[in-house]
């Protein structure tokens, strides 16, 4: 029972009875509609047809009198047929005819009887059956009754049958609704089970679980193939945060280690004043980069979760390349970097500076970490190039760039390719430099420098720049 | 110097007032904005410390109530949100600076050590004097001991900085916020790079040291040594 009421209240399930419903309102309505009209049809033919025979009947009584209608009515009400007949004195009583008794009234109406009228005729004393009809009575100035009628029987066979056969076809087309329904009803709610016992195994834990899918390719099908790309997406999303989480224990547990090592072997080993505050300055630097790596993550997962466009200025990006070369020039000189400033086109953008700038330099600095210390001098450049609507912010570097294969995962978070994490750097990078390219509705490019690497930093010329 | 913490972690509200009264200072502490308006209003401080989210009373809008009712004291909001844009609004309402949390107090304290100087009349006066040092803001010109020191236009805005604050810690970043205006964390040694250089400019040649390194922290020009 609880099974039907639940199908009860599916919405297919529900419809379809709807349907039905109004299906048999309407069939019901047509078919009345029908058989009045046929049925009409009928009586107008049948109301024709005594009109003619009042007619012949009156001839015969211009012919010889009444006793010529008498014998008129005698013979014709002998012969078999659906004709009534009937003729009574001013008294009331029967003269001839072939009606052995009539409902009461009739007789007393001048004109056309509309309504059915039950009648008996002579020698059918043992068919219990009344039969109706319709008829015209006329009074003649004499006061004789003359009725002429005619049996009903045909018309009223006809509303019998059609309403019999309205009634089967009603009631087979009710069963065959309600076997359909519950069948497809049933094998919904079967699938609707499956679907929740799966999902209810998957938040169980079981992520790598997936919702069935009969491959029949209806819209059960289709809703789990979709959600099973959702929870495909859930999975690797949350592959992501393990592999995230798991970098970042990797980089604060390092920091943190290095500062408890620090702190003991001072305390055991440190004899002077200058050795503790050795030991306290490099747990000071652990400390900053681990702060460092705080607000990397901050700041990426605040870009990536949308950022105010009313800090975006019109700015050519030169400003911004020429401020971050200014600032890491001397760096570079004293670590012997040939480092250049090449073109720079002035077409102003509508860019974040602070962020822009921090993305800049913090490409500047890669290179400086990664290209130096190789055995060739090395050289680094910046240039503001501006080609099909795009101004571009190139730095290059003659390093050991990034191989083909691994161009993807060095935007990733917390992906640091030289796999040791000897350099220092959080691995955020390249994602936030990705990350706030993004928000500038830019791209960031790593191509190979041949030998070296040419990062790319793509952005849009805005309209009122074109 | 007396500080006004306004901020409802209690664990830092208290590490904050040690960590002040060790660096010579005084601190008092309120738990929600409310309580810490009344406190500010009164007007005995030399610096708030205001953390943006704050129960009853968010601390963007005390500091713009402070403001309104005239009180100037100089206010360094404090931000678990960090970045750029919350940077600006926290200015429009009327901060002084902006900190983003998680914070090294070496940062805390030189910030607010100089802002409540900001408030001193230095920033009128064209000639700066460090010692034998003199760095005349009108002419764009630096003389050390009578002779005349060739900077380049960002060294002199690096050292007209360092000498505005002359006597103070001045952490890395603040120099990379005042000298070029850009407030991300340098990353490496950079800042570093471009002190050293000034520093050879002005001291080459010149028995006493002027620009001193404060390990851990940052730089301060000063005549006679420091005491770290």
């Known amino acids: 029972m609880n099974r039907f009421s639940a199908m009860m209240k599916m919405t297919a399930v529900r419809l379809s009875a709807l349907y039905l419903l109004l299906f048999t309102v309407c069939a019901i309505g047509l078919v009345f509609y029908m058989t009045s009209l046929s049925v009409n049809l009928l009586t107008s033919q049948t109301e024709a047809a005594v009109n003619e025979e009042i007619e012949s009947v009156g001839q015969s009584y211009q012919r010889a009198g009444i006793a010529g209608l008498v014998r008129s009515i005698e013979r014709r009400g002998r012969q078999p047929g659906a004709y009534l007949y009937l003729v009574t004195d001013p ?376 | 110097m007396k500080i006004l913490v306004i901020e409802d972690d209690r664990e830092a509200a208290r590490y904050l007032e040690k960590a002040f009264a060790e660096a010579g200072h005084s601190a008092d502490v309120a738990g929600d904005g409310e309580t810490g308006y009344t406190l500010a209003e009164q007007g005995s401080y030399d610096a708030l410390i205001v953390d943006r989210m704050l129960p009853r009373r968010d601390g963007l809008s005390v500091v713009a109530a402070l403001r309104a009712q005239g009180i100037d004291t100089p206010a360094l909001i404090l931000s678990a949100l960090g970045q750029v844009d919350d940077r600006v609004t926290g200015l429009r309402a009327g901060g002084d600076d902006y900190l983003t949390k998680p914070y090294a107090f070496s940062e805390l304290l030189a910030r607010i050590e100089v802002l409540q100087r900001r408030a001193s009349p230095k920033e009128a006066e064209t000639v700066y004097r460090v010692g034998d040092l003199e760095l005349d803001r009108l002419s764009h010109t630096a003389k050390r001991a009578g002779q005349g020191i060739i900077l380049q236009p960002r060294e002199f805005r690096l050292l007209e900085y360092l000498m505005r604050h002359s006597g103070q810690v001045v952490t890395r970043t603040m120099l990379l916020e005042h000298v070029w205006d850009y407030h991300f964390d340098p990353q490496t040694n950079v800042i570093d790079v471009h002190v050293s250089r000034l520093r050879g400019k002005i001291e080459k040649g010149f028995e006493t040291p002027l620009l001193h390194t404060v390990r851990g922290a940052g730089y301060m020009l000063k005549a006679g040594g420091i005491d770290a």
């Open chain 1, 91 to 466: 008294a009331g009583r029967i003269v001839a005819g072939n009606v052995q008794s009539i409902e009461a009234g009739v007789l007393q109406t001048d004109g056309w009887i509309e309504r059915p009228i039950s009648y008996e005729r002579y020698g059918e004393n043992n068919d219990p059956e009344v039969h109706r009809a319709i008829a015209r009575v006329i009074v003649m100035p004499n006061g004789i009754r003359v009725m002429v009628g005619r049996d009903l029987g045909e018309p009223e066979k006809i509303r019998l049958v059609v309403r019999r056969s309205l009634g089967a076809a009603l009631g087979i087309m009710g069963i065959g609704a309600f076997l359909i329904w519950f069948f497809v009803g049933r094998r919904a709610l079967h699938r609707i089970d499956e679907v929740s016992v799966a999902s209810q195994r998957i938040m169980g834990g079981d992520l790598a679980g997936r919702l069935p899918v009969s491959g029949s390719g209806d819209e059960f099908d289709r809703l789990a193939a979709n959600l099973n790309g959702m929870l495909a997406r859930i999975q690797e999303l949350n592959e992501g945060v393990r592999h995230v989480s798991d970098n970042i224990a990797h980089d604060l547990k390092t920091p943190l280690t290095r500062m408890h090592n620090r702190a003991e072997s001072a305390l055991a080993n440190a004899k002077t004043t200058k050795a503790y505050r050795a030991a306290l300055d490099g747990m000071i630097g652990d400390s900053d980069q681990l702060i460092r790596t705080f607000n990397a993550i901050l700041m990426i997962s605040r870009l990536e979760s949308g950022y105010s466009s009313e800090t975006m200025e019109l700015l050519p990006l030169s400003t911004v390349v020429q401020d971050v070369f200014e600032l890491y020039e001397p760096t570079a000189e004293d670590a012997g970097i040939t480092f250049t400033l090449g073109s720079v086109d002035a077409t102003p953008v509508r860019i974040n500076r602070e962020l822009v700038g921090q993305t800049i330099s913090n490409l500047v600095d890669n290179a400086i970490k990664y290209a130096g210390g190789a055995e060739k001098p090395v050289e680094i450049s910046l240039a503001v190039e501006k080609q099909d609507h795009m101004i571009r912010a190139i730095v290059t570097d003659n390093g050991p760039g990034i191989p083909p294969d691994q161009v993807d995962r060095a935007t990733e978070r917390f992906v640091r390719l030289e796999e040791s994490r000897s350099q220092p750097g959080s691995g955020l990078g390249l994602s936030l430099a990705k990350a706030v390219m993004k928000l500038h509705g830019g791209t960031l490019e790593l191509q190979d420098n041949a030998p070296g690497l040419r990062a790319v930093l793509a952005f849009p010329v805005g309209e009122e720049t074109k």
